[in-house]
């Protein structure tokens, strides 16, 4: 009995957070990100989980590192709702919009429609899509969320598979340096980078644990940068990078 009640008051939370969602009024990742490019600066998405399955467990405490982000001026948080891996949840996303003013991107996957619609209801304000996906698919997204006005980021690991979305023309393009069959991060980009399309935002995404390879990407006209890891492990890392870049 019990439980149910649990359960039932779980729900209750749910719901009222989304109808809540619904009357947020958004403020708009686009405009964010051009504001900064257009002032010369480098924005930053970072990101939140309690463990990765290439680091293990961090110990980290969910309100102070919000907060920092928030304050150091992150554009966005990455947060993983995925507990097997990433030990996250459904409220993190809560807490961290209830508790802050930051955009939130869904770093999971987003699979179909049904999928962005959920993502949507919920409270999201920038989601990822995989290039790999079947390309009708990724129209599909694309067209519904154009409508929605929620922004994605079509993500692509390497030439071929910029040239499959490149009809998209999407206005967010994620660059992830981190190969997910083996996890290995690859440094060497030099032949996306002379293909990349110059009417898109490109992000860097994963694995940037250097500042000598974000400044590979900078020096490539890249602006904006996902960092998880190294932001995580090293909190005074981003103070610094972030002064130092801006
Ligand atoms: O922490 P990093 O190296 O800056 O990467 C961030 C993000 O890409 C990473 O958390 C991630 C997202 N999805 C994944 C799937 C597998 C491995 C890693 C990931």
Same mark, same amino acid.
């Given at each position: 009995m019990n439980k149910i009640l649990i359960k039932k008051k779980n729900y209750k939370i749910f719901f009222s957070t989304i109808i809540k969602n619904l009357n947020y009024k958004k403020t708009n990742f686009i405009k964010n990100v051009l504001f900064n490019i257009k002032s010369n600066k480098i924005s930053f998405i970072s990101e939140y989980k309690r463990q990765s399955p290439y680091k293990g467990m961090y110990i980290n405490n969910i309100k102070k590192i919000v907060k920092k982000y928030e304050i150091l001026g992150s554009i966005c948080l990455s947060l993983l709702n995925e507990c097997i891996h990433f030990k996250c949840n459904f409220y993190d996303f809560f807490y961290i919009k209830k508790h802050t003013n930051l955009l939130i991107l869904?770093?999971? @996957?987003? @699979?179909s429609t049904i999928h962005l619609l959920h993502s949507f209801l919920i409270g999201y304000d920038v989601l990822l899509v995989l290039s790999s996906l079947n390309l009708l698919i990724i129209k599909n997204i694309y067209t519904v969320s154009k409508k929605l006005k929620i922004n994605i980021i079509i993500e692509i690991h390497n030439l071929k598979e910029l040239e499959k979305i490149q009809n998209i023309r999407p206005i967010f393009l994620g660059i992830n340096c981190r190969d997910l069959k083996n996890l290995l991060i690859n440094k060497n980009q030099d032949n996306l980078f002379k293909k990349l399309p110059n009417n898109c935002i490109i992000i860097s995404e994963s694995g940037l644990n250097l500042f000598n390879h974000i400044k590979i990407f900078i020096d490539n006209n890249i602006r904006v940068f996902l960092i998880g890891d190294f932001f995580l492990n090293n909190f005074n890392f981003f103070k610094k990078i972030f002064n130092l870049l801006n």
């Open positions: 869904r770093k999971d @996957f987003i @699979f």
